[in-house]
Structure formats: structure tokens, C-alpha cells
């Protein structure tokens, strides 16, 4: 892809659409482009595209991104010079389909990104392509999952409710022993039933507890009646408690007659 000119000290900066990417990709933010796509990207590019998820959300439309506050921010130094590292990690962001330039200083960037081709997949450290592996099994795994999702799906509504966005959401997930797939469908489950809530949306509802039957005696209203109330045992003047006085004993009475 061409890269975005740089000429201004501006670039005016939306959204790349794309239903499929959307549907099946990666939030910048989330687990899987921390562990995965920023050993391909850098970690200049990783956060010069989290930057921009960032302010998109915050600016669906668009918004203008000054090219020296940005650096300055990102901790990419100031200059504007064709090695310096922000016109890298721009360059980088176009080359490997993560914007695409546009005319008159326009960028569009993805909202979500890909899964990693095979290609990259294989450019991975050893360690680091065994986990990527072992994550798509899990995806590809719907029995593994299922018992962690209808849990998740509860907690990220609730956080949705709170006001958190889809990442802040997944990274609490995943913070909480959620697996990292299970925490991203969860998130995005979430947020997308809040945008589309109407009265015809449902959702499940959380597992409710058996309740324990409750054996107690029912007791009449404003509490047990006078005679079945505890009476506390009398106390001498120290304090010292008052033995029972012991059982009378009995007398047999002779009335007379004969036994039967």
C-alpha cells in the first residue's frame, strides 16, 4: 500500500470499514494483538495504532492528528524526518494493511485487525508461535469454551453497563482467569448487545441458586407469643447464676380398697 504523505503537520484520520475484518478481527487493544501482531508491528506501530483506536472511539467520525504532538506523546521524538520513528511506524501501518493513505493527508485505520497469515505466523519467535497455536485451538475448540462463556458474557455486561469499552472490559476478563478468547467474545458480545439493546433484545439470564427450604417452626407476626418466649435464668446479687431448686419428691397416698 502507498505510504500516507506527510508533507503537513496534520493527518486527518477515520475509520477503515470493513464488515469481514470487523466481524472476525482483533480490537488494537486486545490480548491477541499485544501477544501476537506486536511481534510483526513493533512496539512503536503497536502503540501508534492503539493511539488511534483510542481517539477514534472517542471521535467515530474522524479526527486531525498532529504529527508532532502524537510523537511527543508516544515517546517517538519530534522530528518529522523521513528515519524518524513515527514516519516509521506510519509507513509500517500501511505496509502491513493496518491503514491505507489516502488523498489530500487522509489515513484510514482499521478498527480491528486480521488474524496473522501463515506467512506471519511463521516469522514469530518459537515460543511465542507454540502459544498462537495453542490459542486457535482453543478457538476452533466451541466445547472448551462454552463452559467459561455463559459466566464471562454475565460479567462483561455487567461491566458494559459500567460504563468500561470493549478492551477494558476484555483486559478485566482475562485479569480474572477468563481465557483470552473467551474474554474477547465476551467483551464484544457485551458492547454489542448494549448498542443494539430494544425491548425485543434478551439475553440469557444468570444461573439462579436453589433456594434452601426453610424447616423453622412459622412463627406468628411481631415475633413468638409470651409463653414461648425464653425466660433467662435468675441471677443471685454477684451476678452468679441461681441453681435450680431440686425436684419434690413423691409421696404415694394409700386410699384404701382392694386391688383389682
Excluded: N
Amino acid at each position: 500500500m502507498p505510504a500516507p504523505d506527510l508533507s503537513a503537520p496534520t493527518l486527518t484520520v477515520d475509520a477503515w470499514s470493513d464488515p469481514v475484518i470487523d466481524t472476525l478481527g482483533y480490537a488494537p487493544r486486545s490480548t491477541y494483538v499485544e501477544r501476537f501482531w506486536l511481534s510483526i508491528l513493533g512496539p512503536s506501530t503497536t502503540w501508534l495504532v492503539r493511539h488511534i483506536d483510542t481517539r477514534l472511539e472517542a471521535d467515530p467520525d474522524g479526527f486531525t492528528l498532529d504529527l508532532e504532538a502524537t510523537a511527543s506523546a508516544l515517546g517517538l521524538g519530534t522530528g518529522r524526518g523521513r528515519h524518524s520513528p513515527l514516519v516509521r511506524a506510519l509507513h509500517r501501518c500501511c505496509q502491513f494493511g493496518v491503514a491505507r493513505a489516502g488523498a489530500d493527508h487522509t489515513l484510514s485505520v482499521r478498527r480491528h485487525l486480521p488474524p496473522l497469515t501463515r506467512h506471519q505466523i511463521d516469522r514469530l519467535p518459537p515460543g511465542v508461535r507454540s502459544e498462537h497455536g495453542r490459542w486457535r485451538e482453543v478457538e476452533r475448540d466451541a466445547a472448551t469454551l462454552d463452559a467459561q462463556q455463559r459466566r464471562a458474557r454475565r460479567v462483561a455486561l455487567a461491566l458494559a453497563e459500567l460504563g468500561e469499552d470493549v478492551a477494558t472490559t476484555e483486559q478485566r476478563l482475562h485479569r480474572w482467569k477468563i481465557h483470552p478468547v473467551v474474554a474477547r467474545d465476551a467483551a464484544v458480545w457485551a458492547h454489542r448487545l448494549l448498542a443494539a439493546r430494544d425491548p425485543d433484545v434478551s439475553f440469557p439470564p444468570p444461573e439462579e441458586v436453589a433456594a434452601t427450604p426453610d424447616t423453622r417452626t412459622p412463627q406468628p407476626v411481631g415475633g413468638p407469643a409470651p409463653s414461648q418466649r425464653a425466660v433467662p435464668p435468675p441471677t443471685a446479687a454477684g451476678g452468679r447464676r441461681v441453681p435450680p431448686p431440686p425436684p419434690r419428691p413423691t409421696v404415694e397416698v394409700d386410699l384404701g380398697g382392694d386391688a383389682a
